[in-house]
């Protein structure tokens, strides 16, 4: 594998309404591991990422997630683990930084209602 070199300014940006995610290293060429930056503003509904365990490091801002049955409290400098299959939402204002093994795939992801 070669090194990569990632420009901030370059990197594909998705709006999903409440959520805007910069995909900074989600390409099939490196399937063991995406990177992205995540900034939420709102209530997501419930998932589950059926591949990937996911880190989300806390860049800005405050919230919660919902994890299984269980709800945590969150801020700037925190660190939250999720493996796959495991059912979970997150609220509040906050910037994120999602790190997923192996890639993060969209259509590998269940919302529950």
Do not use: C, W
């Not at 959520?19 to 503003?41: G, R, W």
């Amino acid at each position: 594998m070669k090194f990569k070199h990632i420009k901030s300014d370059e990197a594909e940006k998705h709006n999903f309404g409440l959520i805007k995610v910069q995909n900074l290293m989600n390409t099939k060429d490196y399937q063991s591991l995406s990177v992205a930056k995540v900034e939420l503003d709102g209530d997501q509904k419930f998932g589950k990422d059926t591949q990937s365990d996911v880190a989300y490091y806390i860049l800005e801002g405050e919230g919660k997630f919902f994890i299984e049955d269980e709800e945590i409290d969150d801020k700037k400098g925190d660190l939250v683990f999720i493996p796959k299959n495991t059912q979970y939402k997150d609220s509040g204002k906050m910037t994120l930084l999602a790190i997923a093994s192996p890639r993060f795939d969209r259509e590998k992801r269940v919302r529950f209602d």
